[in-house]
């Protein structure tokens, strides 16, 4: 299963008649099974690209295609994770997870078997129970990727899920994802504007411009898994990415 | 370990009345307290309330009365809050109209009420009504229209349908500040109440006990009226405030 | 089917709270007759909505309420202690302005118009009726007399009678004999120095008084006296060196006078209007007003629940009116009575407004009902 | 390009209520527009309102009220509110007090009102204050007590005294929640005025008005009253919100 | 000009007559015109124990010393700049800068020729006029930066200033603060807890345990200015100081 992103531009109608336009002629493609970072400055329209893509937005031109079939609006092959906070605080962790089930149709009891499931891979079986606000931030960001996952999607975008976390937090969850990832194999595009993060987790990376985002580089990691962030290896990718993208072309900064 | 502090005011004013209600000597202006607590501990007895019944009958009238309009009010405002605050056409439709019917005191539609329902209990629910309707409907369009759109697209991206998202996200997300409406809505209809038992034809009623009072200068029945006025709406707003803490502590936990 | 007999004849009596909702509520269906004091019966007919029976003078038993008392002029008593040469002012005046009243009708009813609604037109959809013309038709229905003479008193203490059977009076009026009654609700000392300072032409002179005098009154053309002093203060300055001065002249309905007495200003006086007697007489129980133009039971009231008020003279007699709807095939009171109870026996009993329990209107109206053999229901 | 939306009910409602009144012929339950609209159109004539003054006067009266109510309102409430939002030992003391004589509607201190401030402007306002004091009151200490504790500390380590923090820290940072209570204030001090001008001894106003046209079954300017009552009441409104628009867009646009 | 923390522990009272020990025993010294940074992980007691040093707070036990004399309470000599956001939303830049001026009793004239100076200082003269709402999270630190410094301060206590910025910004803003901190020889205590950051600006670490926060180790980091993130020795420091603070001791994880 292929995903295709073709010609995306979009352009923002804004008060007064004017436009701004956010994404101007994005291509690229991701494999199945694949890694994909999505790498560019804050504001360059990286979330207006994930939205499109999966469906929350119309793109002005262009369009997505999956195995080279146009799908408009949302399908359910896709799951979103939204850079903000986006539990239910008024949900359950269990009950969170089963709502894209419940919508869906399946049968309550059902749908908890299925969210102990998720809930057990993304290490909270103890903690079905708790509401929202009574997690940390980091046990948070995983009861969403639980919430997502359960819905059985094929593609998980992933909208800078760790930006709000500390160091450490974030380093663990990233670990974690790589586990998931390879237990269930499914495409994931991850935006973030770490290139630590995308070196870390990344089978290759889509870097953006500034407003209007254009694809500017598209490099792949050729690091063998697992990756050691402090090793000598890993900084040298990771210079070599901050050469590539410190070309005038790219600027990102 | 409760602090007395609290209790310092109420029993300076306690003992300052009395003290006032010696000096002034005018059961007209100030009684003094050995007439109004008589009253205050035969909740149930009538012999103080000039033959309207006792206080806890009268009590009992006025919550039902409040009870009802305060009930018809959250049914017409919460489904048309709901509709409002989601669809941009009827809030333009409707708001330049409630936003001029809003400011009308609900005593200023004593005279139209009697007219249009009659003497009984559908005029006095009318102005219950007019009062608590406004601020539920306010609220629940700003609960829906404050929403976090975050919430409404995971539910899309999790293949909601419109009926799930208004069930199980919007209803779930808005009833905080819903619930805030309520609270002040009742608050008004209860305000409203004595207003409403002003109307003619009325004789029972925490309202009507005062006006009647005051018509033969009772002012300790007017006193112990207002008394037990304070206690319930005391009482019913940590009523509410109870279940805000119950079921929305997730909002002011969140974040 | 023969209907089974009623088991009674019964009407509804409920109270309105003054004479304010009345028309609306017959206007609407919501009632079958009123009674009210002037002008309210009058607007029945000018609104299309009903018309009147009968005056309250021919309200049976036959005879009884002929000259019935209705409004007085009441006054604190501790400022009839200290301040009796303002009472006299006060009292010769109403007096004055009374006879004036008698013997000028239509300009009296005029002025009465132009305080009550600005000689305005009262507007019933189609219809728009001069103010001016309702008061004048009411006017004759009310006779102003002021002498606090026998019968007028005893005219009285019935009332007193008949709030007490109401359970009205609780207090130092309860178990009275009529003797003590008169003595602790009339002085009619004012009146009578009054009538001496007419009779020889000079008003004594109060001294100033630094205090504000609050003098309560009802929106009726039974206080044309009121109306028509303050309005023609003028003529009573000039003929008879007394008056009650508007200090707002353009108004129709000033709220501030002066007293003038022979030229000189002895106190600011303060025109409260009421809605109905009890409000005016819980004012002079704080001694908000000191004075009042009111109906005499809610100063009977009043008194019986320790306020110290006396009533001082009469303002009126008479001047209440019984409406029916206009659907009533009634035409007096004989075949009111029979509407009324085949309206009963139909399951559909009258429903009969009067303005607060233990009003004047409300104890006659008990009174004939009961005469009739109508027996009340309440609510 | 302003849609014309907005109007289509008011103008559908005029409509119909003209039909109506056509259908129902009862001036006491749906007078004409043929009736009302002369009222309205000549807001400064006397010749429709029964001698009580002309629309304009009496709204100007009532405003008066409203503005001395209003004004001594927040004068006691915005001080008192910093003390308690300040001062725990404050807030212990009066609170409970408080929430006691805070649901007892404001027409129920109409009879002790009238004892103790006797007939005229001062029982009136009082009336009112009664009204606007609570609301005024408790976003006052809500306001306080949800100011930014950072914002408080920042001050002081750079050297702030307790008067510059209550001064250049407190009052600006509750300033919006303190807005909004004046807001609410204003509009049920408003919804007042009609229940105080029904106080006897009163000749003006646009509550005294509706009830003066009420004694005579006037429904017509019963209706007029109502209008202005929604218009100024609008106004006023918009002038609260214009004014946190201008001075507090800061609050919404913060973060 | 030497601060001394000595023997700080605070324990922190909890509802149910319980006590929360936050920090135990700390005690360093900060030379002048030193930069510091306290590491430590998340919830450790790091704004805790800057709260004290700026008499913000009060320790259970122990002291804070200026050239040996005991401090208590808040001190004119310290400024403190606070993870949360902290300006005022209504003043503008400038009179955000001029507060501290104000209250120190300045003239408002004077006071408002000052804060251009510190404005300038951290490059944001255009903005005087603008409202905090109308600027970037990175300008909005810089203006705390600008605010502290105007009141002529001798020691800067910072309290991850940075942590909500993205990377590129934080990395700019790190930059800009070490150029301050040359021309204007402030003593800077910075609390983080990205080891990158601290690695880059500090002169010496403190790196503290998880709570109780005690001292685990104090680390000089022996890098010349201007250091270069991407390069190797600069990796080589950032690993050692990884390796050091994994100790068992430490429990930074
Ligand atoms: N609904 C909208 N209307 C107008 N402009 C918008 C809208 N949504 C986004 N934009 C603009 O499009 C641009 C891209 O926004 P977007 O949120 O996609 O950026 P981003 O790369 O995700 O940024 P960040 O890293 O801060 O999350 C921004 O300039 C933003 O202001
Ligand atoms: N006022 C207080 N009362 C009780 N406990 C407190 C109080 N302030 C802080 N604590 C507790 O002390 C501990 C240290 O808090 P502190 O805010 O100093 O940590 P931190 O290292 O700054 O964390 P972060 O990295 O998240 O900013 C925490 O466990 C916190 O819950
Ligand atoms: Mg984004
Ligand atoms: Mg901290």
Redo the contacts between chains.
């Keep these: 299963m292929t995903l295709t992103i073709r010609n995306i531009t979009k352009d923002f109608l804004v008060p007064g008649d004017q436009s701004i336009c956010a994404l101007s002629e994005i291509t690229f493609s991701v494999a199945d099974e694949e890694f994909v970072s999505v790498l560019g ?2 504001g360059c329209g990286k979330t207006t690209l994930l939205r499109i893509i ?3 937005e119309y793109a002005t031109s262009g369009s997505i295609e999956i195995n080279g079939e146009i799908i408009s609006g ?1 399908s ?1 092959r ?3 994770i ?1 850079q ?3 539990l ?4 359950t962790v269990r009950d969170n997870v089963t ?2 089930l ?3 149709g399946m049968h309550k009891s059902q749908a908890r078997e299925v969210a102990q499931t998720y809930l057990h891979l993304v290490g909270l079986d103890d903690f079905a129970d708790r ?3 009574e997690l940390s931030g980091g046990m948070r960001q995983r009861v969403t990727v639980a ?2 996952l359960a ?1 059985k999607p094929q593609i998980l975008l992933m909208d800078e899920p760790f ?1 709000a976390l ?4 974030r380093n663990r969850l990233q670990e974690e994802l790589l586990e998931i990832w390879e237990k269930t194999k499914k495409t994931i595009i991850f935006v973030t ?4 993060e995308a070196v870390y987790l990344a089978d290759r990376l889509i870097v953006l411009t500034s407003r209007p985002a254009r694809v500017c580089e598209v490099i792949p990691i050729h690091l063998a898994r697992p990756r050691d962030r ?1 090793g ?1 290896e890993f ?1 040298r990718v ?2 070599q990415v ?1 050469d590539l993208i410190a070309q005038p072309k790219c600027s ?2 | 370990m409760r602090s007395p502090v609290p209790l310092l005011l109420p029993v300076l004013l306690i003992v300052g009345w009395e003290v006032a209600a010696h000096f002034i000597d005018n059961p007209f202006i100030l009684p003094s307290l050995t007439t109004v607590i008589p009253i205050l501990l035969h909740p149930f007895s009538d012999k103080f309330t000039l033959g309207t019944g006792s206080l806890v009958d009268n009590a009992a009238v006025s919550l039902f009365r409040v009870a009802l309009g305060f009930a018809l009010a959250a049914l017409i405002a919460i489904p048309l809050g709901i509709g409002m605050g989601r669809s941009a056409l009827l809030n333009n439709i409707l708001d330049a109209t409630i936003e001029l019917l809003r400011p009308i005191p609900p005593l200023a539609w004593v005279p139209l009420a009697l007219a249009w329902f009659k003497i009984g209990l559908v005029s006095i629910v009318f102005i219950i009504l007019i009062g608590a309707f406004f601020p539920i409907l306010l609220n629940t369009i700003d609960g829906v229209k404050s929403i976090k759109r975050t919430w409404v697209e995971v539910a899309l991206t999790l293949g909601a349908r419109e009926s799930d998202i208004l069930g199980k996200v919007i209803l779930h997300g808005a009833a905080p500040t819903i619930w805030t409406g309520l609270r002040v809505g009742f608050g008004i209809s209860w305000m409203c109440v004595v207003a409403a038992e002003w109307l003619p034809g009325t004789t029972r009623g925490l309202g009507y006990l005062i006006l009647y009072a005051y018509n033969f200068g009772q002012t300790n029945v007017i006193i112990a009226g207002m008394v037990i006025i304070g206690i319930i709406g005391i009482v019913i707003d940590q009523v509410f405030k109870a279940g805000e803490r119950r079921w929305f502590s997730w909002r002011a936990l969140e974040r | 089917i023969t209907p089974s007999p009623p088991a009674e004849n019964r009407v509804s009596l409920i109270q309105a709270r003054g004479t304010g909702p009345m028309p609306t509520l017959l206007g609407t269906g919501q009632i079958d007759a009123y009674i009210a004091w002037q002008p309210t019966p009058e607007v029945a007919p000018l609104a299309g909505i009903g018309k009147v029976l009968l005056y309250s003078g021919d309200l049976p038993p036959e005879g009884k309420w002929k000259n019935h008392p209705c409004c007085v002029l009441s006054a604190r008593q501790d400022t009839i202690a200290e301040q009796p040469d303002l009472v006299n002012a006060i009292s010769a005046l109403t007096i004055l302005s009374t006879r004036y009243v008698t013997e000028h009708p239509d300009e009296s009813a005029e002025i009465v118009a132009d305080w009550l609604a600005g000689k305005g037109n009262f507007t019933y959809g189609n219809v728009s009726v001069s103010s001016v013309d309702v008061l004048k038709q009411a006017f004759p229905t009310v006779k102003f007399v002021n002498e606090p003479t026998g019968p007028w008193i005893n005219g009285n203490i019935e009332f007193v009678h008949a709030l007490r059977e109401l359970g009205v009076l609780t207090g130092s009026l309860a178990n009275t004999t009529d003797e003590e009654t008169i003595a602790i609700l009339f002085d009619t000392g004012p009146y009578y120095q009054a009538k001496a300072m007419i009779e020889s032409g000079t008003i004594i002179t109060p001294p100033s008084s630094g205090k504000e005098i609050g003098i309560g009154y009802l929106n009726s053309d039974h206080d044309a006296a009121l109306f028509v002093a303050v309005k023609n203060w003028q003529y009573f300055n000039d003929n008879y060196g007394i008056a009650l001065k508007p200090v707002d002249r353009t108004t129709s309905k000033p709220e501030k006078a002066e007293l003038i007495v022979n030229g000189q200003k002895i106190a600011n006086v303060r025109l409260v209007p009421g809605d109905a007697g009890p409000q005016l007489m819980q004012l002079a129980s704080t001694n908000a007003i000191q004075m009042a133009y009111v109906g005499n039971p809610p100063v009977i009231a009043a008194a019986d629940k320790g306020t110290p008020i006396k009533i001082v003279l009469a303002i009126n007699t008479e001047g209440s009116g019984v409406v029916v709807s206009k659907e009533s095939p009634a035409t007096d009171w004989k075949s009111f009575v029979d509407w009324a109870k085949a309206r009963s026996a139909a399951g559909k009993p009258l429903v009969i407004a009067a303005p607060g329990k233990g009003s004047i209107q409300d104890v006659m109206i008990r009174y004939s009902l009961e005469e009739s053999d109508l027996s009340i229901i309440e609510e």
């Design positions: 400055p804050s999966a469906g929350l949302r359910p896709m799951a979103m939204f903000e906070y986006s239910y605080p008024w949900r709502f894209g419940e919508v869906g509401y929202p606000h919430r997502a819905i930006g500390d160091a450490q937090t504007h770490s290139v630590d402090t000598q900084a990771r210079r901050l990102l900064q």
